[in-house]
């Protein structure tokens, strides 16, 4: 499988993005999907995860209510709609799938097999 993650951008306090991430390979409609993200100078923190089929989600404290994931397997794409963007959300934001057949949501960074490459959101106050 491979990721690719787009949408990102320059974005004022309060605003909206909605991030992609594109995925090649016959086996990502049977592997649960997550977005984390990297601020400067902070380690990879956990965003959200969705389950294989898209009926089950997952948000870190710090974005429910204001971020929500989906997925289009026949597309083969992941979404990540951002409102009422904060500063504090700046950061390079990853898409990562888990292996075939691995379906079930996960938080853990080391439960994903796949990487994309990271796009940049930057929120300014």
């Known amino acids: 499988v491979q990721l690719q993650a787009s949408g990102g951008g320059l974005v004022q306090a309060g605003g909206s993005l909605r991030l992609s991430c594109a995925a090649s390979?016959?086996?990502?409609?049977?592997?649960?999907m997550g977005w984390f993200r990297q601020a400067p100078g902070k380690e990879r923190e956990f965003v959200t995860t969705i389950d294989w089929s898209g009926t089950y989600t997952s948000y870190a404290n710090s974005v429910k209510g204001r971020f929500t994931v989906s997925r289009d397997n026949a597309k083969k794409m992941v979404y990540l709609q951002m409102n009422s963007l904060k500063p504090e959300d700046t950061a390079v934001y990853y898409c990562?799938?888990?292996?075939?057949?691995?379906?079930?949501?996960?938080?853990?960074?080391?439960?994903?097999?796949?990487w994309g490459q990271g796009t940049q959101v930057t929120v300014s106050s």
């Open positions: 990562a799938a888990r292996r075939s057949n691995y379906g079930l949501r996960s938080t853990a960074e080391s439960d994903y097999y796949y």
């Open positions: 390979g016959r086996t990502f409609s049977s592997a649960a």
